[in-house]
């Protein structure tokens, strides 16, 4: 009798062992988000899509199981080893979420603000690149396609204020890359090089170079509006983008006429090979990537009435913290209410987070990146 109640308390004592292991793993790859309503409509499902777009666009193919995420009323749960994520990118996402844990913010709260979270993802050049994977030269890009003989010349671009080459390589499911030089339209001379990459998950991965072809933050603004990586998204809302203005035609180049119909049979090919995945986000969801942007505009431009979610105060001492400080309407969304800059009032927090750069989209005067090698 004896041998046999030593037997089941061997077997449970092995068991406990277990559980507590898989509870210590499990609290390692899964970090807690915290929901903060950051308008009237608002809602934690709603802003659950936008994380999912914001996972999505740096690589995550997100298994329709939905076994990463769980939530509560004001909190989501994320397992960052369940959302399809390559090894690489699972190891920077957890190094992030380490030094995230750090902070006197998930201390205080047991939870990051959702918004940081998704400006540290996509609002930070570098922790965008390493977790989706973009390789730091251009020759690493290159090297894994073939071009095609054919050439784009823009005159009359969007973005670029200089003149564009367009180059691409056969389109192959998933797989096929855009390479922009931005050129001197007197000289030739090349100033910088962006690429766009497709990504298995119909996503699409960019890449902003220098002329030595090495992997930069963000455009240089004197020869063009791009941006940063953030603003690519934005600007291309998951798709190959047309050209959007009248073109001169150019001796050794495609003419404008045919670059376009190549750029638009492109942009189609790529729509009906995302509309036909089973995981991910819901492509034929247009307009979903907009609960992104208000997850980290809300967050970098945050009303009082957010704030007093945020730092757990009542919105008269909100108040009184931020009086004389400049405010502001959001012309895209003036349903935000008036709102504050982040970098003006993040001191005033009584506790703080990770740092975010100053800026998600443009050239930032602080560029933040906790994933240095």
């Known amino acids: 009798m004896k041998k046999i109640l030593l037997f089941f308390f061997f077997i449970l004592s092995v068991s406990c062992e277990r559980d507590s292991y898989s509870d210590l793993i499990e609290t390692k790859t899964t970090i807690n988000l915290k929901w ?55 190891q920077n996402l957890l190094r992030l979420a380490e030094k995230i844990k750090a902070s006197p913010e998930y201390q205080t709260n047991n939870a990051v603000d959702l918004g940081r979270f998704v400006t540290q993802l996509i609002g930070a050049s570098e922790h965008y690149y390493k977790i989706i994977g973009t390789p730091k030269t251009l020759t690493e890009v290159m090297n894994q396609y073939t071009l095609l003989p054919q050439k784009g010349y823009v005159n009359n671009s969007g973005v670029s204020l200089e003149h564009r080459i367009i180059q691409f390589s056969e389109q192959n499911g998933f797989n096929q890359v855009f390479l ?37 933050n963000n455009a ?42 190549t750029l638009l049979g492109y942009r189609e090919s790529h729509r009906n090979q995302k509309l036909a995945l089973t995981n991910g986000v819901d492509f034929s969801q247009t307009q979903q990537h907009t609960l992104t942007e208000l997850l980290y505009i809300s967050f970098m431009e945050p009303s009082a009435e957010r704030l007093s979610l945020e730092w757990n105060l009542s919105i008269v001492q909100v108040q009184n913290l931020l009086s004389g400080l400049p405010t502001h309407v959001y ?29 998600v989209r443009e050239e930032s005067t602080i560029e933040v990146n906790h994933l240095n090698d």
């Open 36 to 90: 903060n309503k950051a308008y009237s409509d608002d809602t934690i499902d709603k802003s659950l899509i936008g994380l999912k777009w914001a996972l999505s666009y740096v690589g995550a193919t997100l298994p329709s199981s939905n076994s990463g995420f769980s939530n509560t009323e004001t909190t989501i749960t994320i397992n960052i080893k369940k959302l399809g994520f390559t090894e690489i990118a699972q």
């Open 180 to 216: 922009s030089e931005e050129v001197d339209p007197v000289t030739g001379e090349i100033y910088e090089y962006e690429t766009i990459e497709l990504l298995p998950n119909g996503q699409l991965r960019f890449g902003i170079f220098d002329i030595e072809g090495n992997r930069k």
């Open 220 to 261: 240089d603004s004197s020869h063009s509006n791009a941006g940063k990586p953030a603003k690519c998204m934005w600007c291309h809302e998951s798709t190959i983008q047309p050209l959007f203005y009248p073109n001169n035609d150019y001796a050794g180049f495609l003419s404008a006429a045919d670059l376009g119909t």
């Open 331 to 359: 012309a895209e969304f003036p349903f935000l209410g008036t709102l504050y800059n982040r970098e003006d009032v993040e001191t005033l927090a009584p506790f703080q987070g990770l740092s975010v750069s100053s800026h």
